[in-house]
């Protein structure tokens, strides 16, 4: 079984521009969540995902969004990149939403931005 | 005070020691996971629990919802085991949970 897929694994921008990133899940899963792991700040929760729909929301500036798609694929938006939004951009999968269920995570997403 | 403390920080031992990594919470929770983050950056989930005890290979996850707090042991250590092991908490329920994380316990086992 395939695991979790991000796509791309590392990539720069500069400030102002933005950014999409992409996670696939693990076939079957339905809940897609995306977390913000920095040096200074550790992990942080941005949201997560269920068929399709916004379950649960960080608290991040309304730059960064996100959707679903049908087969539960997910994509991140970073709009207006700064600085401080170079961070290492995880996301994790699971077969239910909300509360429970173990969480698999893919390899990351490395931004920098310049 | 953050609401998951981890320790210690750091720690670096001898290959075959046996590892312990504390967690403690100050928040009511429902489910607690143990995950490892290697150089590369991915994360593997190691355990995730909400009593008791878990155990797979040489590593053993306990948890004691009285005293919030958590330990993950590794036994008879290796130098493949070195990494950052976090520690997170889920909070609340539904739509409105958090998940809380520790800043994590970077390992290095010598040989």
């Known amino acids: 079984k395939a695991g979790v897929t991000q796509t791309p694994r590392y990539l720069i921008k500069t400030r102002g521009q933005q950014v999409t990133l992409s996670c696939s899940p693990i076939?079957?899963?339905?809940?897609v969540s995306w977390y913000q792991q920095t040096p200074g700040q550790g992990l942080q929760f941005l949201f997560e995902y269920f068929s399709e729909t916004q379950r649960n929301k960080g608290n991040f500036p309304g730059r960064f969004s996100g959707r679903q798609f049908s087969n539960s694929r997910s994509e991140m938006n970073v709009s207006t990149l700064e600085l401080g939004d170079s961070a290492l951009y995880l996301c994790a999968s699971k077969t239910s939403g909300g509360y429970t269920g173990e969480l698999f995570f893919g390899e990351g997403s490395r931004l920098t931005v310049l | 005070k953050n609401e998951v403390e981890q320790s210690p920080q750091n720690l670096t031992a001898q290959e075959g020691e046996f590892i312990t990594i504390n967690c403690s919470y100050s928040v009511g929770i429902s489910a607690l996971h143990w995950l490892q983050q290697h150089p590369g950056g991915g994360i593997v989930s190691l355990f995730m629990?909400?009593?008791?005890?878990k155990k797979h290979g040489r590593l053993i996850a306990t948890i004691n919802i009285q005293e919030k707090h958590s330990s993950l042991h590794i036994t008879a250590s290796h130098p493949r085991d070195s990494a950052v092991y976090i520690c997170a908490v889920r909070s609340g329920m539904d739509s409105n949970y958090q998940l809380i994380w520790g800043a994590g316990t970077k390992l290095i086992i010598k040989p």
């Open positions: 629990l909400s009593s008791g005890k």
């Open positions: 076939s079957g899963h339905r809940s």
